[in-house]
Each structure stands twice: as C-alpha cells, then as structure tokens.
C-alpha cells in the first residue's frame, strides 16, 4: 500500500529555510506526479506545489512562488521541498501527496514560523 512519511518540519524565524522530505513506497513513484500540500491551523487542505514525474515540470501556488522549490530523487523514492524566505503565514502542518488535493497523504510534519 502507499505509504509516504515527511519529515524536516520544525521551528523556524521568519526569513529562514527549512527543507522537507517525503520517503516514498509502496508505488512506483518515478513514474507519477507527486504534491506538496498543507494545512494551516483552522484552515482546509491548500495545494503548494507539483512536480512531474521527470521534474521536468514543476507547478507552485502563487503564495510561494520564487520562495519554495519542489523536486524529487527517483533513485531514492524521495520528494523534497525547499523553503526560504519563510513568512509566519507558511505555518502550517506540510503533507506530501499522490494527488492535488491531498487525499492520499503522509502524516505530515510540522513547520511553525515565529519569532
């Protein structure tokens, strides 16, 4: 079955960066798109970002454009997001998934941006 574990969260000062990670099985992740969404206290599921399965195309939602980049390891199963420039609105719990809207996800992990 699917199973995607992120991992990377945690607390940062606005202006900073963190990296996240998502460790891939239970499919053939090389060959399907992969997604970045995410969840901000009291809010509903957003999408973040998109990347194809050859990172040949990348797709980011305009609140994080130019700010985070996704991609992806195929040799390692591994989807990767790059954030900089971190606003205390990016707080949120992070989840990669296997679709746009967040159906088939992991469990998430945790980034908080304050001071």
Known sequence: QVHL???GGGLVHPGGSLRLSCAASG???SSDWMYWVRQAPGKGLE???SITPGERFRYYADFV???FT???DNAKNTLYLQMNSLK???TAVYYCAKDSRGL???QGTQVTVSV
């Open 5 to 7: 574990v992120e991992s």
């Open 27 to 29: 499919f053939t992740f």
């Open 47 to 49: 999408w973040v970002s």
């Open 65 to 67: 454009k130019g700010r």
């Open 70 to 72: 996704i991609s992806r």
């Open 88 to 90: 205390s609105e990016d």
């Open 104 to 106: 088939n996800r992991g």
